[in-house]
């Protein structure tokens, strides 16, 4: 199982130890929003450029934002491995294709409530599905189980379309939920206030992996 711990919960006020204190992990989580497909506003382009001057992991930017073709050019600049939109956000194939230009690999991800068809007709162009395990907008909240019947369905898809994408979850992992995970099939764990919440935060990766 691949870690990707997200900094939203980390102290921005002493984010290049914070980062320090995670890199043993396999990708840096960046949960980016807008205020509006979320009701909640985290950090753009500049933190994200900072950040990726502060380690050497690769960057996984989940925008959870109403608009991302607008906001690709940006974050581009930081040369994340993956860029992620949500299927419900506007002009998914123009962003989609505006991420394959920059020669970013393509992440997509649904909300708790958006059924896995909805991926369907994107889905062959994807190097990583995002199931949220919580409804996006805030770290520290619970699990929902019923998500890892949409990773078993995304696994046998993946099976039957022969199609190579990671399956990652994000929202509520912890040294207990994660055992669902990996039962179900996941390939990457995101963690947020589990990891950021201890002190040691090497031995809270080691747990999860
Ligand atoms: C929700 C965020 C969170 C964050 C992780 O929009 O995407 O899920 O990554 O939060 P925790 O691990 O604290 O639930
Ligand atoms: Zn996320």
Known sequence: MKIAPSVLTADFSNLKNELESIKTADYIHLDIMDGHFVPNLSFGPAITEQISMQTQLPLDIHLMVTNPLMWIDSFSKS????????VESNQVSETIDRIKEKNIELGLSIKPNTSVESLLPYID??????????????????????????????????????????????????DQTIALCKAAGVDIAVAGSYLFNMEDRKKGIESLK
Do not use: C, W, Y
């Open 125 to 174: 162009q994807a190097k990583l599905i995002l199931i949220m395990t919580v409804e996006p907008g805030f770290g520290g909240q619970s699990f929902i189980s019923e998500m890892m019947l949409k990773v078993e369905e995304l696994v046998k898809i993946r099976k039957q379309r022969n199609l190579s994408f990671e399956i990652e979850v994000d929202g509520g992992i912890n």
């Open 79 to 86: 040369n994340p491995k993956f860029i992620t939109i949500h």
